[in-house]
Structure formats: C-alpha cells, structure tokens
T-cell receptor, first 109, second 118 residues
Framework: GIQVEQSPPDLILQEGANSTLRCNFS?????LQWFHQNPWGQLINLFY?????KQNGRLSATTVATERYSLLYISSSQTTDSGVYFC???WGGGNKLTFGTGTQLKVEL | KAGVTQTPRYLIKTRGQQVTLSCSPI?????VSWYQQTPGQGLQFLFE???????NKGNFPGRFSGRQFSNSRSEMNVSTLELGDSALYLC?????????????????FGAGSRLTVL
C-alpha cells in the first residue's frame, strides 16, 4: 500500500513564529487533504490540495504531485494553532484516506 | 448546513460486550466512511458505504461491521469488545465515491465517538 510520512513528528514554536510541515507519499494520488485535529479529537479540513498552491489566511499549502510531497505553511503562529496536523491521501479507489503519522504542534506564549 | 453528527460522543463498555455507533452525514452526502484512531496505530480506515452498499473495507476483523440506511445514515458495530478496541471512532461523509481531483470527494469528519473498553 501507499506510505505517507510526515515531518517533523513534534514541533514547539513561540507565538508569532513561522513553520513548515512536510508530507511525503510513495505513489501517485488522486486527492490530498490537510487536517488539523483539535484537542477534542475533531478533524478539521484545512485544505483540499491534490496539486498547486492554496492560501487561507495565515495558512498555505503546496503540493508537488510529480515529486510526491506536500507542504503546509503556518505563519505568525498562535496558541490556537496547537494540535496535530495530518495529511491524508486518497489512494486505491473510493474514499479510502490513508493518513500520515501527524505532526504534533505546540505554540507557546 | 449541519455537519457530520456522531453519537454517542463518549461511552464505556466492558470486554465481551458489543457497541453500536451512529453517524449522520451532511445532508446530500451519500458516502460515509469510518476510521479508527488509536495512539499506537494512528488513523486507520475501517470501511466505506455508498448508497447502502459497502464499497471498501479496511484490514479489521469481522467483529467490526457496519451498514448504511436509505437516508445515508450509517452505523458501525463492534462485537465481543477487546481492550484494544478502545479508540476514537471517526466518521466522514462525502458527496461522491472518490475519483479524480474535482473537489467533490473532500471528506468532512464528525467529532468522533470515544470508546473505552474496560
């Protein structure tokens, strides 16, 4: 099956700092989504980005499908950005998402 | 419009019991999929239903089953519970059954059902 790896596994930032999270995948995919999991467990859609670049406020994402990676940029981080960030790819038919291992982000004052 | 609704949010069971979890998708969404999240295994795909038919199944034992009703609501059942079944169970809905990147198969997740098996 497809392998999805995320780095770094853990990240601690001071409020206001910028960061880049990376997602590598081992095969061509139809769909890639970035999620933020809040402390209560809910997965919140951040981006649907099978290719190209998108921006939403302080967040932006870039996927280079031909090189099989995606990046999530967080600028001017805030404490509310804390949580786990997952990338997930659609591979193998249907809506079966394969998730990466996640990046645990903690933003401190 | 309302999001994906999962019930119950929290539950505690003992080994050997069974449990049924419910998921109501976003109105108009016909695909419902289920995922299990544990600290050790991360997020893993359980199964997917579309138009009342199971279309995809993950690598889980037969104790895990599900179904979808004509109104697209879905239930999953776990029989003969084991300690290792303690997890957050997440449901997601989508308008379509996957496919190329049209955006129509973006998955939206519910808040989850947190199961503890004692």
């Amino acid at each position: 099956g497809i392998q999805v790896e995320q780095s770094p596994p853990d990240l601690i930032l001071q409020e206001g700092a910028n960061s880049t999270l990376r997602c590598n995948f081992s095969d061509s995919v139809n769909n890639l989504q970035w999620f933020h999991q809040n402390p209560w467990g809910q997965l919140i859609n951040l981006f649907y980005i099978p290719s190209g670049t998108k921006q939403n406020g302080r967040l932006s994402a870039t996927t280079v499908a031909t090189e099989r990676y995606s990046l999530l940029y967080i600028s001017s981080s805030q404490t509310t950005d804390s949580g786990v960030y997952f990338c997930a790819v659609l591979w193998g038919g249907g809506n079966k998402l394969t998730f990466g291992t996640g990046t645990q982000l903690k933003v401190e004052l | 419009k309302a999001g994906v609704t999962q019930t119950p949010r929290y539950l505690i069971k003992t080994r050997g019991q069974q449990v049924t979890l419910s998921c109501s998708p976003i109105s108009g969404h016909r695909s419902v999929s289920w995922y299990q999240q544990t600290p050790g295994q991360g997020l893993q795909f359980l199964f997917e239903y579309f138009s009342e038919t199971q279309r995809n199944k993950g690598n889980f034992p037969g104790r895990f089953s599900g179904r979808q009703f004509s109104n697209s609501r879905s239930e999953m059942n776990v029989s003969t519970l084991e300690l290792g079944d303690s997890a957050l169970y997440l449901c997601a809905s989508s308008t379509t059954l996957g496919g190329l990147g049209s955006g129509a198969n973006v998955l939206t997740f519910g808040a989850g059902s947190r199961l503890t098996v004692l």
